[in-house]
């Protein structure tokens, strides 16, 4: 079994920041792409951003400039450092992993974690 566990959301006013990790942890092989998803009340999910295994980046633009996803490979272990934060940044957040794990890939997410942004 492989868990995907996220901390670091919470309350914060806008123009603050926040950062949040997600640790895989289980039966790991390899950890291939890691991404940040988000969710706000009546949208769908969102990709905000991924990170390969080496090190190549995206970013939703909405968030570029503002947003900087890293990883640790070592952990398996994966950031997202939000800055300047606006209310509309409001969601919950999802860490999601593509996990090799006894030669097969599979795709796992993890539990979700709030961010509320006040104005």
């Known amino acids: 079994q492989v868990q995907l566990v996220e901390s670091g959301g919470g309350l914060v006013q806008a123009g603050g920041s926040l950062r949040l990790s997600c640790a895989a942890s289980?039966?790991?092989?390899?950890?291939?792409?890691m991404d940040w998803y988000r969710q706000a009340p009546g949208k769908q999910r969102e990709l905000v951003a991924g990170?390969?295994?080496?090190?190549?980046?995206n970013y939703a633009d909405s968030v570029k400039g503002r947003f900087t996803i890293s990883r640790d490979n070592a952990k398996n272990t994966q950031y997202l450092q939000m800055n300047s934060l606006k209310p509309e940044d409001t969601a919950v957040y999802y860490c999601?992993?593509?996990?090799?794990?006894?030669?097969?890939?599979?795709?796992?997410w993890g539990q979700g974690t709030q961010v509320t942004v006040s104005s």
């Open positions: 990170i390969t295994s080496g090190g190549r980046t």
């Open positions: 289980g039966s790991i092989f390899s950890v291939n792409t």
């Open positions: 999601h992993a593509h996990v090799v794990v006894r030669g097969y890939e599979y795709s796992y």
